[in-house]
Nanobody, 114 residues
Framework: QVQLVESGGGLAQAGESLNLTCSTS????????MAWYRHNPGKQRELVAS???????EYAKSVEGRFTLSREVTKNAILLQMDSLKVEDTAAYYC????????WGRGIQVTVSS
């Protein structure tokens, strides 16, 4: 069974920082790409950032330069550091992995106030 355990997020003011962590099993962490998506009601789900097993990253243009995704090898987790947060970053954030099929975390809320 694939488990993606998300933590972090919460409330922040614009300009502040938050981080999100998604931990999984060693088998998945060492063999599958992982990513963070976000979604707001009425809008399309958006890929925020992705990372390969070798640490190659890609970012949505809306977060490039502000968010950093990295692999925490000792924790079998990915860490999304979100700096210079904007109100428009408010969303439910979901961890994803493509280990054969697509698997999703339960989601974690990030709310940024002005």
């Amino acid at each position: 069974q694939v488990q993606l355990v998300e933590s972090g997020g919460g409330l922040a003011q614009a300009g502040e920082s938050l981080n999100l962590t998604c931990s999984t099993s060693p088998a998945i962490f060492n063999s599958a790409p992982m990513a963070w998506y976000r979604h707001n009601p009425g809008k399309q789900r958006e890929l925020v950032a992705s990372i390969t097993t070798t640490g190659l990253t890609e970012y949505a243009k809306s977060v490039e330069g502000r968010f950093t995704l990295s692999r925490e090898v000792t924790k079998n987790a990915i860490l999304l550091q979100m700096d210079s947060l904007k109100v428009e970053d408010t969303a439910a954030y979901y961890c994803w992995t493509g280990w054969g099929n697509s698997y999703w975390g339960r989601g974690i809320q990030v709310t940024v106030s002005s």
